[in-house]
């Protein structure tokens, strides 16, 4: 009897979800060109491909060929796949000085500036050793530059990356309270988490802060924030004064967005656009881990920059009623910068991107697992479109959704943390396809040779079966009414 009634449920399904359209055509994808797409992207010969650099622009170039080879068209500025946009980068000047108790302190040695921020002054170093950001109201601290004792804080210890992230939450932790009771500065002391940071921090802070139109174009204004050794603690014991010279320089960098697409067969439906989405940067070259400096940024992001070229290859093979737009974003390793830009600089009217499919790190972790970003309230803006991503797995990948990482008490906050972002908040409906993090993200050892190709393989068949359906269903999906993010 069961077994009657699920033949007679399956043929009523069949029939009344007759296809209007082709099956996906998933043959054109390969392990074997995602593996040698990915050898080359990721090789020591892009340094790491560091948005900003000669490296960055390099990469682009290079993949605007592959794209070419797929058989994409140029959907960029001008007739090219490129659309330039400039970055602001805020940094520390070389000029700038510290003296405590009249002795110079040297800069990103002995001392560390945590905050791109312009600040000449002389004021007393209150020296307040062990404290909470509660007990500092009673202390009388307007005027003064506080030096405090940080002492092993145990938020977040799961997050990865936690040492490199340490000094950050040590300064959310106190630095409102402060600058709200008048203070002039900060000075940490490291404790031990902080000693070991301390080499992984100072590229980041070198570097500086990065910006694009509508986003930090200008230096912030703030009180500074430093970091001294805890072995250098007598230095601001005993309460000296502290006379510093800090000054910032803003520059503006190009950095490249790589836009291609192929073109849809419907006569109507071509002018709508299935956006594609991925990263070409990385983090160039910082400072050592296992002898090895260069961050490859095989899986953050080459595996979706090689998992769309494959896509396109099926695409150009057999088309779709809708047309894809391939959009790989430079940038977005300093702050999602290529894709703000894109998202308020579309070159196809905003209005046709029916939706966007961006990856982030795929080629990863256990084969059967995978996680949908924007597949659950709140980050959820679709309900047509989540389906097609979850119809899309039922058909063939089978991946069970690790669905923590979409929560937004996750604290990783992963969903924030790619490209689709910008378009979600100018109105677009997006998904986040990704394998998540792993214990060498951000480091050097995010190499081709750690990839899991069958894991980028079945992501790249999901990606791609689930655009196949937004690209060829007569209704686009639709955003879903009052949807809001909850930062
Ligand atoms: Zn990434």
Redesign the pocket.
């Known amino acids: 009897m069961k077994k009657i009634f699920l033949n007679f449920a399956l043929v009523f399904l069949i029939v009344s979800n007759a296809q209007t359209y082709k099956k996906p055509l998933v043959s054109p994808i390969t392990e074997k060109d995602l593996k040698t797409d990915m050898y080359q992207m990721a090789a020591d010969q892009f340094w790491g491909r560091e948005a900003g650099t000669l490296d960055e622009l390099k990469v682009s170039m290079w993949f605007a060929d592959k794209m070419k080879a797929t058989g994409m068209k140029p959907a960029g500025d001008n007739g090219t796949f490129f659309q330039f946009f400039d970055m602001y980068r805020h940094q520390i000047s070389p000029q700038s000085s510290v003296k405590i108790g009249g002795k110079n302190i040297q800069l990103w040695k002995d001392i560390l500036v945590q905050d791109v921020t312009d600040n000449q002054f002389t004021a007393p170093i209150l020296y307040l050793g062990k404290v909470e950001p509660q007990e500092l109201a009673s202390k009388n601290i307007s005027g003064k530059v506080v030096a405090i004792r940080v002492s092993d804080l145990n938020i977040a210890k799961e997050m990865t990356l936690f040492e490199r992230r340490y000094p950050g939450f040590i300064r959310t932790k106190y630095y409102k309270e402060i600058e709200k009771l008048g203070a002039k500065g900060i000075i940490f002391i490291t404790d031990a988490i902080s000693d070991k940071s301390w080499v992984e921090v100072v590229p980041q802070m070198t570097r500086g802060i990065y910006g694009v139109e509508g986003v930090r174009e200008k230096v912030e204004v703030g009180i500074p924030v430093f970091w001294i050794k805890q072995d250098n603690e007598n230095w601001v014991k005993n309460n000296p004064e502290i006379s510093l010279n800090i000054q910032t320089e803003t520059y503006k960098y190009p950095s490249v967005n790589i836009i291609g697409k192929i073109e849809g067969t419907d006569p109507k439906l071509k002018n709508e656009y299935v956006l594609l989405s991925g990263?070409q940067d990385h983090d160039g070259i910082r400072h050592p881990v296992n002898n090895d400096t260069i961050y490859n940024g095989a899986d953050?992001?080459a595996s979706t920059c090689v998992a769309l070229l494959a896509i396109a290859r099926s695409y150009h093979q057999q088309p779709a009623k809708r047309s894809i737009l391939f959009v790989i974003h430079g940038a977005?390793?300093r702050g999602l910068l290529g894709s703000r830009w894109h998202a308020s600089h579309p070159l196809v009217p905003k209005e046709n991107i029916v939706a966007v499919l961006n990856g982030?790190?795929i080629g990863r972790n256990d084969n059967n697992e995978a996680a949908l970003l924007g597949g659950e309230a709140p980050h959820k803006n679709s309900e047509e479109l989540v389906k097609m991503a979850f119809d899309a797995n039922n058909e063939s990948t089978q991946f069970k959704f690790l669905k923590a990482w979409d929560l937004p008490e996750h604290p990783e906050y992963f969903y924030f943390r790619?490209d689709h972002v910008p378009y979600v908040r100018v109105g677009i409906p997006a998904l986040f396809f990704t394998s998540v993090l792993h214990s060498q993200y951000h480091t050097p050892q995010d190499e081709s040779e750690n990839i899991n190709f069958k894991k980028l393989y079945k992501m790249t068949e999901w990606i791609y079966r689930t655009s196949w359906k937004v690209a060829n269903e007569n209704e686009r999906p639709k955003l879903i009414q009052n949807f809001k993010l909850e930062r």
Do not use: P, R
């Open positions: 990263h953050d992001n977005e390793e982030d790190m790619s």
